[in-house]
Structures are given as structure tokens and as C-alpha cells.
């Protein structure tokens, strides 16, 4: 079927945007390698794999029937109750009927002649073309999981996963000696639990990692009954905030350094036991000055030395880097694990991981025998999914190519020479750095009005300008470089991929980022070329 609108992915931001576009009468498709939506929901499926987003602000608020019937058990959702959420809001908004699952977009190439991307999909055994006037790529952000590359991978004789690829079976670790090599948010969050089975456990820590307590519990009916009294409030409140989540605690916005060590320390005394991300927001200089961030930084690692029994795995888990500039973890027992006796840390700083054997790791000279290995090594964020497939815009001109030296993007939502292409959460928009689903359902918006407002001025085409990406590009950087993100090897940066280009990749600031947006757009698509 030859459709206006293609779109590759159906996790929230392909699902969100397939129903858009059929609300605005095109007809769209959407393709998915899965077998079933909810995107990094569906492939996540790791223990103790859950959101650290307040569950009642990460989920959709395009619908206000949909948003007060929906009931969350936990402050923070579980995966399996996600991957529930959005089966639901498929099956309430019949979704499936077009959506291709199963299938990966493997190329699109753009036909100047005719305004149309030519796409080859590819299914479990055939190939085949399909075409239409928009491409929009909801490939998601951290969809591209990344083994190490290091010597021996895959000659590992016993189970081997990777966090971001689980099975949909239940893995049973009970009675068995586990590896886990990776010590971010998906090993933090799975640690405890396997932990908890496995005869032993040993992490292998290349850089240790700040972690703040979760401090997840039952939702609160009081709370969400009072949410739900005013759900659109709710929402406006929470997208004024920087991230666009977390006005119940909003940020303080006094300086770390305008008060004494004491009323620092309470203040967060006081985020820590809230729990979650709002840590961060003790002060409003913690990511902009190196002393502020520093005071943070040492009251984690005091907490690290409380909890951790064995000083010497204290000392091997206290990170040094600046808090905050990796995406600050969120934990459920973390640290304490190290106290069991069937847990080991091994610090790969001073035992460099050397080869995975048939047997196991060998790591400083010791192969350490598993009968599983977990792989919680990350993504390649942000770029990964989208350089996967082959995109060929005007010319010929491949994107893996314009984005040799690093994504270049307008709004993070259109690369020039790739007319009629929208990326949905693309690098150089707030992205990673926000609530997932408000970042989502603005870009959705954003692309929903702009497809009607094309077709009511009689535009078959729209390309941004190249002055324009330019100057994003630049703005982006700019705002990046006023803060300390990019002072330590992140995934922000692509420097967890050897040879990926050293580039911060979304922007810092929801709230600016959406009044440009809507700036844009009310100047008749500034930046854009229309044809
Ligand atoms: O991946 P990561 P992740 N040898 O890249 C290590 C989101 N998320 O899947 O830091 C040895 O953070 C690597 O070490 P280093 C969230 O945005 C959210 O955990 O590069 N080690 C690091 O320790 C998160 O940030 C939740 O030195 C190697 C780890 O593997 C993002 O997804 C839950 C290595 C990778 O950590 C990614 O998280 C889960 C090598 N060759 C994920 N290569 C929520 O809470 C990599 N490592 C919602």
C-alpha cells in the first residue's frame, strides 16, 4: 500500500504518531522489528527494568479519557506494566491494524521526480518497496544496544544477554555463577535482583557510577486522585520545568555556593530521601559549576562509604567524574548489594578487561568462569538506529555521511538535503535530557501541525535550510558548553562508541526548546524550505 506517511518504529513516538496522522485523514504505516509495540519497553526486559519518571507524569496526555482511566500500581512503572500501557493504547486506538511488526526498514532513498521516499522493508523472508511522501523516524533514542568491542565476543560457551535485547522468557539465574559487565542505569537496576538468585555475582566496573535511591513505593491513592483532579495543570506544570518532569519538587533555585556546608548538606539530605532524579536539583548550579557539582558529588560518595561495609569496594564504587554529566542512575538497594557475600566487584580500571573466553571473562591476567553473562554495556544512543538504515537523501547523498563528523540536524527534527523527513526525538532537541513522552508528544504535535498546515497552504515539500541547521547546530554546542556535560565520556557524547564522533547531542532546556519551536512555525516554518 503506497501511504503518505511512513513511519519506522512503533514505540511511543511511532505509535503517537501513526495515530496523528491518521487523525489529520493521511494515511500512514508504521513498520517495527519487534513483534509487538512500546519500542524500548518491548526490548528492555531485564529485572528489575523500570521507568525513572514519576509514572504518572511518563505517559501520554494527548487523551484525557485515556490518562484518567489508566491506574499506575508504582511511583515508578515496572516494564511489564509499560509494555501493558502501551498494548492498551494500541488496542483503544486500533493501532495495529497499521502497523507492519516483525519488519525492518532497511534503506530510503528520496526520488526527487516524484517527492517520494522509495523504502525497502524487510521481513522475516522477503524484501519489498514501498513509497510515500513522508518518512518520520520514531526509531527511539537508545534503541541500538552495543556489545564491548573487545577480543573474544560471542565465543562465550554459556547464556549470554544484553540488557537491551532480553529474552521474552523469564531468565532463571538460580544456582548459577552470573557476570555482569556494565555498571549504568540497566546494570544498577538489575544487579540487586540478580543478586538475590545467582550462586555469585561479579560486576565488572569500568567507571563507577553516581546512584540515588528510587525510594519507589505503591502509588499513593491521595496523590493520584489529586493529580487526576486537574491531569492538564498537572502537565503544564510539569513542562515548564527544565527537563519537563518534576514540579512536585522543583528545582531550587538558590546556588550550592551561597550557602554554608550545613544547609547544603540538608538540602540534600532532603533529595535523597525523596528519592530519583530531582537529586540533581538541590541547587541550581549543581551542572554548571564545578565547585557546586563537587559538593554533591562528595555527599554521594559519603553515602556510598555508609552503606558499603568493605572499604576497599567503597573506594571501587565512589565515581570521581562530575555528578550528573552521566545520566545520573536510579537505585533500588545498589550499593547494598556489594555487602552480600555472593557479590564481587572488579574494578576494571585495575584489572582491564582483557577477553570474553568460552568459559568466561578474563579480566587483569584472571578468567573468571560464568555460567551467565549479562552484557549491560548501553547503546549507541541517539544516532545508532537512525545510521542503521540506509537513508539516501536529495542527490544521493547518504546520511551516514552528512553525520560523519557528528549528527547535524535542525530542531533535532529535520536534516538538510532529506526533504519530507522528521525525526521524532532526533538528536539536537531536548530528547534524552527530558520526560521521554512530553519530548515525544511535542514533536508529534509539532509534525501533525505542520503536515496539516503544508496541505492547507499547498506545500508538497519541506527540507531544512542549511543556514539554519548551521546555526542550531551551533546553538546547541553553545548551550552544552555553558554547563559541565560535557566534561566526562557519556553516551550524550557518543563516547561509549570507539570512533563515534565527540559530539554532546541533545539540547539542554525544555522550555526554550518549545517556545523556538512554536516561534518557528508561527513564522510560516522558518528555517525550512518549502516547496
Ligand atoms: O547503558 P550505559 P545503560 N568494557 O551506557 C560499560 C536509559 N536507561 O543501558 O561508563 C567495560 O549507561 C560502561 O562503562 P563506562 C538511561 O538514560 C534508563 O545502563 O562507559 N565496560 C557503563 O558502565 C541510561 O543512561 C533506565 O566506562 C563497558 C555500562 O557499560 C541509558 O538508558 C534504565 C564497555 C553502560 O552503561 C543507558 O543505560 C536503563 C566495555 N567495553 C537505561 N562498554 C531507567 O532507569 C560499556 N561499558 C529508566
Redesign the pocket.
Known sequence: MEVDVLIVGAGFGGMYMLHKARSLGLRARAFEAGSGVGG?WYW?RYPG?????DSLEYSYQFDEALQQEWQWSER?APQPEILRYAEHVAERFSLKGDIQFNTRVEKAAYDEAAERWRVTVSGASETWETSARFLILATG??SS??????EGIGRFAGEQYH??RWPHHAVDFSGKRVGV?????????SIPLIARQAKSLVV????P?YSVPARNRPTDPAYEARVKSDYAGFRARNSRMLNAFGSDLPRNETSALSVGADRRTQAFEKRWEHGGLPFMGAFNDLLLNAEANTAAAEFVRGKIQEIVQDPATAARLMPRQTIGC??L??DTDYYATFNRPNVRLVD?RESP?EEITPAGVRSGGVEHAFDCLV?????D?MTGSLLAIDIRGRGGLALRDKWRDGPRTYLGLGSAGFPNLFTISGPGSPS?LTNMMVSIEQHVNWIGECLDWMRREQHECIEAAPEAEAAWGAHVNAVADRTLFPSC???YLG??VPGKPRVFMPLIGFPPYVEKCNEVAARGYEGFVLG
Open positions: 524500548t528492555n527494568a523500570r521507568c525513572d519518571v515508578y533514542c537508545l544496544a552495543k556489545l564491548p568491542e573487545i540488557t537491551g559487565i556494565g555498571t549504568g542505569s540497566s546494570a544498577i537496576q565488572f566496573q569500568r567507571t557510577t552521566k545520566r542512575c536510579v576494571l578487561l552484557f549491560a554495556t548501553g547503546f544512543a534524552v565520556n557519556s553516551w563516547a561509549n
